[in-house]
C-alpha cells in the first residue's frame, strides 16, 4: 500500500520559515490527493492544506492562506509544504495524509498517513 514519509520539520523562531516534504513510495503520489494536518497538544486534528490529484483544487486552513504553500512533485512523488512567517501556535505535528482523487478537511477521510514531523516555533 502507499507509504508516506515526512520529513524537514524542526526548531523555527516565529516570523521564521520550514519546508516540509511528504516522499512517497510504492504507489504514484499523482493518483491521490494529498492533505497535510496537524496536531498539538490537547487539541484535534485540523486541516492545513490539501492538493487534489489533478492539482486544480488547493485549500488551506483560514490561519494558514497567504503565509502556506502546497505543491507537489510528481516526478520526485513527494508533496512540500512551504511554510512562511510562523506563529508560535504553529506548534504541532505536521502530518501528510492521501486519499483518491479529491481534498476533503475531514482526516477521517484518508486512509494513508505518514509518521509525522514535529514543528515548534519559538524563540
Known amino acids: 500500500q502507499l507509504q508516506l514519509v515526512e520529513s524537514g520539520g524542526g526548531l523555527a523562531q516565529p516570523g521564521g520559515s520550514l519546508r516540509l516534504s511528504c516522499a512517497a513510495s510504492r504507489f504514484p503520489l499523482d493518483d491521490y490527493a494529498i492533505g497535510w494536518f496537524r496536531q498539538a497538544p490537547g487539541k484535534e486534528r485540523e486541516g492545513v492544506a490539501c492538493?487534489?490529484?489533478?492539482?486544480?483544487?488547493?485549500n488551506y486552513g483560514d490561519s494558514m492562506k497567504g503565509r502556506f504553500t502546497i505543491s507537489r512533485d510528481n516526478a520526485a512523488n513527494t508533496v512540500y509544504l512551504q511554510m512562511n512567517r510562523l506563529r508560535p501556535e504553529d506548534t504541532a505535528v505536521y502530518y501528510c495524509a492521501a486519499r483518491p482523487f479529491y481534498c476533503t478537511q475531514i482526516p477521517d477521510d484518508y486512509p494513508y498517513w505518514g509518521q509525522g514531523t514535529q514543528v515548534t516555533v519559538s524563540s
Open positions: 492538493m487534489s490529484e489533478s492539482v486544480r483544487d488547493t
